[in-house]
């Protein structure tokens, strides 16, 4: 017999969907599904007492989220990214963002760094947040940059590749509370307002704490015209 993944009280009706997706992410976060889990919606719909219809939308909201990822005939899983994977992610992110940032540069108006000034005033008073309240606003940042990048298709290539990046530390930080070690965004903030000397790869790779190879190596911080 399987076991039960999730113990907890059957969905209710009225928000059934955001209750059921609601109901993994903490099953999810708290490790009572693990890493790497297969998430079987027959399962689920059985330990929810559902059906499988709002167990697919939430699945499908996890996977936007990048909480769980979809491998072609095997179904849906629970992130799971090992250390080398994390550092790959990063190499191809770093190139993106430093393009999502440049063309954001050129799109934002002043309402926009406002509202983004917000998330971080944000950011800066979640001390005592749990984890992920901290890693959903640092998300929220990058992504609402990535939406003003004005193409659709580098947003949507920065979301789907970095989402699991920010969901698995979250999962492996778990419940645990207090302030976590947050890069520094006002630079990024900067750069967006046109108050930065540095270019858009410059001021994303120091974010990331990136180091290029010798053989790509990007120019050095520099004062001057970004």
Not at 118 to 124: G, P, S
Not at 150 to 153: C, D, F, I
């Given at each position: 017999m399987k076991r039960k993944l999730i113990s907890l009280s059957p969905a209710k009706t009225p928000t059934l969907k955001h209750n059921v997706a609601g109901t993994l992410t903490q099953a999810i976060l708290s490790g009572r599904i693990r890493p790497g889990e297969r998430l079987n919606e027959s399962q689920l719909s059985r330990d929810l007492e559902v059906s499988r219809a709002p167990i697919r939308e939430a699945l499908h909201q996890l996977l936007e989220q990048g909480l769980v990822q979809n491998s072609p005939r095997r179904g849906m899983f629970v992130v799971d990214l090992g250390d080398e994977e994390a550092l790959m992610i990063r190499d191809v992110r770093v190139i993106l963002e430093a393009e999502a940032f440049r063309m954001a540069r050129q799109h934002v108006r002043r309402a926009d760094l406002t509202r983004l000034g917000?998330?971080?005033?944000?950011?800066?008073g979640a001390g005592q947040a749990e984890p992920l309240s901290q890693v959903r606003l640092d998300y929220d940042f990058h992504r609402a940059v990535w939406s003003h990048c004005?193409?659709?298709?580098l947003e949507r290539t920065l979301n789907g590749l970095v989402a699991p990046v920010f969901s698995h530390s979250v999962i492996r930080l778990g419940s645990r509370r207090g302030k976590v070690a947050m890069l520094p965004h006002q630079p990024l903030l900067d750069y967006l307002a046109g108050d930065s000397a540095f270019t858009a790869f410059e001021v994303v790779a120091a974010h990331l704490e990136y180091q290029p190879p010798a053989s790509v190596q990007a120019p050095p911080l520099r004062s001057g015209t970004a």
């Open positions: 917000q998330i971080l005033t944000k950011l800066d004005g193409n659709q298709y």
